[in-house]
């Protein structure tokens, strides 16, 4: 089982800001800024409790 640490929740974190930014960033002018919010809001209510990490889609 491989360890947590608090440099892989940091970049876990930045990961997913990053992720969530480039999710966004497709949908500026299809959403409102209304819908955004929402949009961040389940993003990270989704990913919570998940650690992102740089790698191929799949890969374990």
């Given at each position: 089982?491989e360890t947590?640490?608090?440099?892989?929740?940091?970049?876990?974190?930045?990961?997913?800001?990053?992720?969530?930014?480039?999710?966004?960033?497709?949908?500026?002018?299809?959403?409102?800024?209304?819908?955004?919010?929402q949009f961040?809001?389940?993003?990270?209510?989704?990913?919570?409790?998940?650690?992102?990490?740089?790698?191929?889609?799949?890969?374990?």
């Amino acid at each position: 089982m491989e360890t947590t640490t608090m440099e892989k929740v940091k970049e876990s974190n930045r990961l997913k800001e990053k992720a969530c930014n480039t999710c966004m960033g497709k949908l500026n002018g299809v959403l409102s800024d209304g819908e955004m919010q929402q949009f961040r809001e389940a993003f990270y209510a989704a990913s919570e409790g998940y650690l992102f990490r740089e790698g191929t889609p799949g890969q374990k």
